[in-house]
Nanobody, 121 residues
Framework: QVQLVESGGGLVQAGGSLRLSCAAS????????MGWYRQAPGKQRELVAG???????KYADSVKGRFTISRDNPKNTVYLQMNSLKPEDTAVYFC???????????????WGQGTQVTVSS
């Protein structure tokens, strides 16, 4: 079993910053891509940022220049530094990882439980 545990969400004023962390644990042979998604009320879940095991990153246009994704491979942890937050960034943020549990297994998609980020105006 693989678990993804997020932390770092909360309430912040517009213009403020938050840092999200997501640690993967359990049966892990290797992790390919990791990423952050978000889902606001009444909206579909969307990709915020992703990062490959080699460090290649991808961002949603709405967060480019404000958010930075990074990862610590030995710790199986991914981070999302969020600066210049806006009220429209308010959502539940989910961690995602493409994990190979054992040498003989395929990669599987795993999700964290989500952490609430609320940005007040």
């Amino acid at each position: 079993q693989v678990q993804l545990v997020e932390s770092g969400g909360g309430l912040v004023q517009a213009g403020g910053s938050l840092r999200l962390s997501c640690a993967a644990s359990g049966s892990i042979f290797s992790i390919n891509a990791m990423g952050w998604y978000r889902q606001a009320p009444g909206k579909q879940r969307e990709l915020v940022a992703g990062i490959t095991s080699g460090g290649t990153t991808k961002y949603a246009d709405s967060v480019k220049g404000r958010f930075t994704i990074s990862r610590d491979n030995p710790k199986n942890t991914v981070y999302l530094q969020m600066n210049s937050l806006k009220p429209e960034d308010t959502a539940v943020y989910f961690c995602n990882a493409d994990v190979r549990p054992t040498m003989w297994a395929r990669y599987h998609d795993y999700w964290g439980q989500g952490t609430q980020v609320t940005v007040s105006s």
